[in-house]
């Protein structure tokens, strides 16, 4: 299966347009049957002159590859920037890109709220999964929805910021 590389080249530029040069992007992807397994594949991918291509050839690559296994396989989007290919852990943390929310439950609900307060999100991404209203028997998309920060957050301070912005969105 071929992936949608437009709409991963407009994720990309959406989120990592100001991420700074020489730090990662880890790409990841796993089994969504085996939770607290191996990861079905982790690719850092740097940031480098040549812009966010080489990230978005890569990412469209991946959720290829992904679409294609014979489980199922989530493809998890990047949201932040490592300082090494090492690993995706909190004190690898380069910057932090974007407000990233995810609305599993009330997902419509939870969008018009949090929009309402912060202004239309730069990215809305259905996530692949519904949620039933147990009020109207409703189908809705679970989302993800970003907003992509202006500057990137670069300090543990600041990064330490983003993450309880992200609890309050994540409460609201």
């Known amino acids: ?5 437009q709409q991963i080249s407009t994720f990309v530029d959406a ?12 790409l990841r992807a796993f089994d969504d049957r085996e939770k607290g397994k191996s990861p079905f594949a982790i690719e850092p991918v740097q940031i480098t002159g040549e812009g966010l291509q080489p990230i978005i050839d890569r990412a469209a690559a991946l959720a290829a590859r992904c679409a294609d ?3 199922a ?17 909190g004190e690898n943390l380069a910057e932090g890109v974007a407000l990233s929310v995810e609305c599993d439950s009330r997902p419509s609900t939870a ?7 912060l202004g239309a999100a ?6 692949g999964g519904e949620w039933i209203d147990p009020d109207t028997g ?15 957050t670069q300090t543990p301070e600041d990064h330490a910021k983003l993450r309880h912005a992200r609890e309050l969105a994540t409460a609201l």
């Not at 299966?1 to 590389?5: C, E, S």
């Not at 396989?73 to 852990?89: G, S």
Request: net charge positive.
């Open 1 to 5: 299966m071929k992936a949608d590389t």
């Open 15 to 26: 989120l990592f347009r100001y991420a700074s040069e020489g730090s990662f992007v880890s």
């Open 69 to 71: 296994a014979e489980q």
């Open 73 to 89: 396989i989530v493809f998890c989007p990047p949201v932040a920037t490592f300082k090494t290919r090492d690993n995706a852990k």
């Open 111 to 117: 969008r018009a709220k949090l929009e309402s307060l």
């Open 122 to 127: 730069t990215v809305v991404v259905a996530s």
């Open 138 to 152: 409703e189908l809705q998309d679970k989302l993800h929805l970003h907003w992509r920060l202006t500057e990137p």
